[in-house]
């Protein structure tokens, strides 16, 4: 079968996406961000601030997401830090190939949201995706669904209590995607999937700013 990322008018959505977050550098230079934790108090005004940024991940690191995914065939995939929906939309593209699943998919900001959910109606994959909109501490806690595929693309000091909440949805040799490996609020979280003890295989996958590909294996 071949693979919705080729068909004209998904093709077209990608390509005008990441022109758009090419231009990040340029709106990020005229704003003031809130520094800090992410925790109750500031995730909310950290997301809003941002809210013209795309933070996306690049088409290469795109076409490994959804490469994983495709060959993994789950049954569902999660995924914490939504955006713009560009990595959103190679997860829902390998999902609706494999004709079977769903990505579940959270975002704090609200104009994100309904951008994304137009993003998805065009490009036909709004079927295979639900999308929860506000803290994934919340919006995720509930879950009861097994977990196949796990991409972590949000709050960097986030990305451990996430997994932590999430883990024991996830089945034998799901697969956990986490973004952006070369920044210093990775350390805990590297250090724990390194760890054999704690349950995974894992490698850092040399695309972009690094992609760490962890296997569950406990």
């Known amino acids: 079968m071949p693979s919705t990322l080729d068909r004209p ?8 996406l990441h022109r ?17 934790a992410a925790d109750d108090s500031s995730a909310l005004r950290r997301a809003e601030e941002r809210e013209s940024l795309y933070m996306p991940i690049s088409e290469p690191a795109g076409r490994l997401l959804y490469a994983l995914t495709r060959a993994s065939a789950p049954a569902l995939v999660v995924e914490f830090g939504m955006s713009y929906g560009i990595s959103t939309l190679y997860l829902a593209a390998a999902v609706a190939d494999t004709g079977h699943g769903q990505v579940i998919t959270t975002e704090l900001s609200s104009t994100k949201v309904a951008a994304t959910r137009r993003t998805l109606r065009d490009a036909g994959l709004d079927r295979v995706v639900e999308i929860r909109e506000g803290d994934a501490l919340r919006t995720l806690a509930d879950l ?8 972590l693309d949000g709050w960097k000091d986030l990305y451990l209590p996430v997994l932590a909440m999430l883990e024991p949805q996830l089945v034998p040799g799901a697969l956990v995607l986490a973004d952006d490996t070369d920044q210093d609020a990775m350390t805990d979280y590297l250090a724990f999937v390194r760890d054999p003890a704690n349950g995974y295989e894992s490698v850092e996958f040399p695309v972009d700013d690094g992609v760490e590909i962890s296997c569950r294996t406990a």
Do not use: K, P, S, Y
Not at 9 to 16: A, E, G, I, N, P
Not at 20 to 36: M, P
Not at 144 to 151: D, H, R, T
């Open 144 to 151: 009861e669904q097994e977990i196949g595929v796990l991409l």
């Open 20 to 36: 758009e977050a090419a231009r990040d550098d340029e709106r990020g230079a005229t704003l003031t961000f809130t520094t800090g």
């Open 9 to 16: 008018h998904v093709h077209q959505l990608l390509d005008r």
